[in-house]
T-cell receptor, first 115, second 108 residues
Framework: GAVVSQHPSRVICKSGTSVKIECRSL??????MFWYRQFPKKSLMLMAT?????????EQGVEKDKFLINHASLTLSTLTVTSAHPEDSSFYIC???????????FGEGSWLTVV | SQQGEEDPQALSIQEGENATMNCSYK?????LQWYRQNSGRGLVHLIL?????REKHSGRLRVTLDTSKKSSSLLITASRAADTASYFC????????FGTGTRLQVTL
């Protein structure tokens, strides 16, 4: 079946640095990918919709200059957390829509800890 | 944005019992999907039901959809300890937003 891979699964970075998280669709092309953030025991919060070849669409309240999204190819979207702050520590999950099947597949998520 | 809201928020049952979770949404959808999430992990797609379908089965899963009430239910029959997880519904249309999910605990 379709698989979405996220990397890294866990990352620790220092305050003020930037960290990049990759989301890959392994066996299908995804023109649209989504990035979510999840706090412990909470639901997923949609951060942005990533469209291949165009600018991402950010949800209200999400800083686009802080959370840079690049969808350079049909199988890869990246989320870069810039000038990371401890409050950015969270679980980040990406998902991708598989073509016209309208099914959404999720990555395994990435734990970010900013120290 | 549309939002799925699941209830109950938490459900604790014993192994072998059935678990029923409900989901309501606010706007029209093309289809509705149910996912499960183990603690600290990604989401796993369970089942998709299209807006023109009323009921769908997959193994021990049974999903219903009532578009007039904008609601869906997920029934897990003969639950197992391994079913312990959080379950989310997601309506697919122009935007995707999850509800808070139902945390299911299945005890031996």
């Amino acid at each position: 079946g379709a698989v979405v891979s996220q990397h890294p699964s866990r990352v620790i970075c220092k305050s003020g640095t930037s960290v990049k998280i990759e989301c890959r669709s392994l066996d299908f092309q995804a023109t649209t990918m989504f990035w979510y953030r999840q706090f412990p025991k909470k639901s997923l919060m949609l951060m942005a919709t990533s469209n291949e070849g165009s600018k991402a669409t950010y949800e209200q309240g999400v800083e686009k200059d802080k959370f840079l999204i690049n969808h350079a190819s049909l199988t890869l979207s990246t989320l870069t957390v810039t000038s990371a702050h401890p409050e950015d520590s969270s679980f980040y999950i990406c998902s991708a829509i598989q073509g016209n099947r309208n099914t959404i597949y999720f990555g395994e998520g990435s734990w970010l800890t900013v120290v | 944005s549309q939002q799925g809201e699941e209830d109950p928020q938490a459900l604790s049952i014993q192994e072998g019992e059935n678990a029923t979770m409900n989901c309501s949404y606010k706007t029209s959808i093309n289809n509705l999907q149910w996912y499960r999430q183990n603690s600290g992990r990604g989401l796993v797609h369970l089942i998709l039901i299209r807006s023109n379908e009323r009921e769908k089965h997959s193994g021990r899963l049974r999903v219903t959809l009532d578009t007039s009430k904008k609601s869906s239910s997920l029934l897990i029959t003969a639950s197992r300890a391994a079913d312990t997880a959080s379950y989310f519904c997601l309506g697919t249309a122009s935007k995707l937003t999850f509800g808070t999910g139902t945390r299911l605990q299945v005890t031996l």
